[in-house]
């Protein structure tokens, strides 16, 4: 059996996994060169106590919640995991850590439904399908950072450098993969993160992205039924809703053609993170 980001979900009676354990120069552009990262100037060291990101369903079609503290922190660090509540806007990500076959299927189904979504990915994942990660970039999806190693970067951020070096060994091996600089978009694996994670992330010119919806599609040995999948889809389909998928799951590639024409159908807009991180 293989995991790719949850530890441990809470799943509730919904059907939604609620909970995953686990301003700076926030003025670089997305999509900046890798080789241009601010200087990591020292300020007050932030807290590096371990959070999980987790947010509490409020209903079918009703933006969730979260803690007042994670709210303060993605404050106060320029962090996202919802969008705007005045759009009909709502965003897919997928998560890329290892290959099952399915990417290049969604690509396809993204590309004949004409729209865009954003993709975290790892370095290990970039090096070991390079093709896949050059289909991403030339279909003109956003590409962001999901750590060198799938790392636990409350860990990393330890040490200032061993962080930087998880950020920057994906950037190196996307740049080198297309020839093109990585958004400045990253995704904690695991949810795992703390305010000195989000801190690090902003001095290195990231936008820290969560989620507002996530579900239990990460066990390839236990995938849910695409139907559950699709019901799960559209039920949280309001203003700004911000999807975690993972990419590994055969039952999201199921769903994804249906999902897309039912949000269509309810008016809404498919949008990329690019469209709300900091410029």
Request: proline letters at 6%; aromatic letters at 10%; one cysteine or more.
């Amino acid at each position: 059996m293989r995991l790719m980001c949850a530890a441990a979900f809470v799943i509730l009676a919904a059907g939604l996994v609620a909970a995953v354990p686990a301003s700076a120069p926030a003025a670089l552009p997305v999509g900046a060169p890798a080789q241009s990262h601010p200087a990591m100037t020292p300020r007050a060291r932030a807290s590096n106590a371990l959070r999980e990101w987790w947010f509490v369903p409020n209903g079918v079609h009703r933006r969730p919640g979260i803690p007042a503290t994670a709210a303060r922190l993605v404050r106060t660090y320029a962090g996202l995991w919802i969008g705007p509540r005045r759009d009909k806007v709502v965003y897919l990500t997928f998560d890329e850590a290892y290959e099952m076959g399915t990417t290049a299927r969604i690509i396809g189904i993204l590309d004949g439904a004409h729209v865009k979504a954003t993709f975290f990915v790892t370095g290990q994942y970039v090096r070991a399908n390079p093709a896949l990660t050059r289909r991403l970039a030339a279909h003109g999806e956003v590409v962001g950072n999901h750590t060198g190693m799938h790392a636990d970067m409350v860990l990393r951020a330890r040490s200032r450098s061993a962080f930087a070096a998880e950020l920057r060994a994906t950037e190196r091996a996307y740049e080198a993969a297309t020839g093109r600089p990585l958004a400045r978009l990253f995704r904690p694996p695991f949810g795992r993160y703390s305010a000195r994670v989000l801190q690090l992330a902003e001095d290195l010119g990231y936008t820290t992205v969560f989620w507002s919806f996530a579900h239990e599609d990460y066990n390839d040995d236990a995938q849910p039924s695409a139907g559950v999948t699709l019901k799960r889809i559209l039920d949280s389909g309001y203003p700004g809703a911000l999807y975690l998928l993972h990419a590994s799951s055969r039952s999201n590639v199921v769903a994804l053609a249906p999902a897309i024409r039912g949000l269509k159908a309810r008016g809404f807009r498919f949008g990329t993170l690019d469209e709300l991180a900091p410029r």
